[in-house]
């Protein structure tokens, strides 16, 4: 017999193993404890789509996603974007670089007159410009302004211009981009329906004038 029970039962020990024994247990232990470090939280948010979140800990700043390809933009936080900068830029006709700050701001208005203040001929060139971290943003935007605008073409263009350039990144991740495309088309059939009907009455009141002039000639 010995400490750790019968002498024949005990396994033979690791020479490189240090012969450590506690009273009362049958397995060595060098006394070795090993334990993970705790980190203070002082504050988590999520964002809007549900997919990632971030905290604010002792550690610095912890950004987490369900998608593996998530980028951060460190651009949305400094102090430099402001709506006078939006101005300036918007100014001096760099369209671009007012557009992704209009959008970091997340005011409607203040993209709404990005928008509208942007050259048809300049849309292809503000759209290459936005990056992949943006173009869920771009895509609501657009879709919000569509529905109250009366320049449906002009905002065709942008839908045309952003697949054209984006069309790949999209489709590879279009889970990510499902709710865009959802409200976007959702816009785009309704305003298509309001303008069939109104462009269904003109042509129909056109008719009717054209078999009125008919009977007066006639007459």
């Not at 950004?63 to 006078?84: Q, R």
């Not at 309001?194 to 002039?213: H, R, V, W, Y």
Request: charged share 25%.
């Amino acid at each position: 017999m010995g400490e750790g029970g019968a002498i024949d039962g005990v396994e033979e020990e690791d020479v490189h193993e240090p012969n450590l024994h506690i009273p009362g247990a049958k397995r060595l232990d060098d006394g070795s404890r090993k334990s993970k470090q705790e980190v203070l939280t002082q504050q988590v948010s999520f964002s809007a789509t549900g997919r990632e979140f971030a905290t604010v800990s002792t550690e610095g700043l912890h950004i987490y996603s369900l998608d593996e390809d998530m980028i951060f933009d460190p651009i949305g936080l400094t102090e430099s974007i402001t709506p006078s900068a939006v101005m300036r830029h918007l100014k001096n006709k760099q369209y671009g670089t007012a557009l992704r700050m209009s959008m970091h701001l997340n005011e409607l208005s203040f993209v709404h007159q990005v928008f509208e203040e942007t050259p048809y001929s300049s849309i292809p060139h503000v759209v290459k410009v936005v990056g992949p971290e943006q173009l869920e943003r771009l895509l609501n935007f657009v879709s919000k302004c569509m529905a109250t605008s009366p320049h449906l073409e002009f905002y065709m263009e942008w839908c045309l211009h952003i697949l054209q350039h984006h069309g790949m990144y999209l489709q590879k991740h279009r889970g990510r981009f499902m709710r865009s495309f959802r409200a976007l088309f959702k816009v785009i059939s309704t305003r298509f329906e309001e303008l069939k009907g109104m462009c269904d009455n003109n042509s129909f009141t056109l008719q009717f004038i054209e078999e009125q002039g008919r009977l007066v000639m006639g007459l």
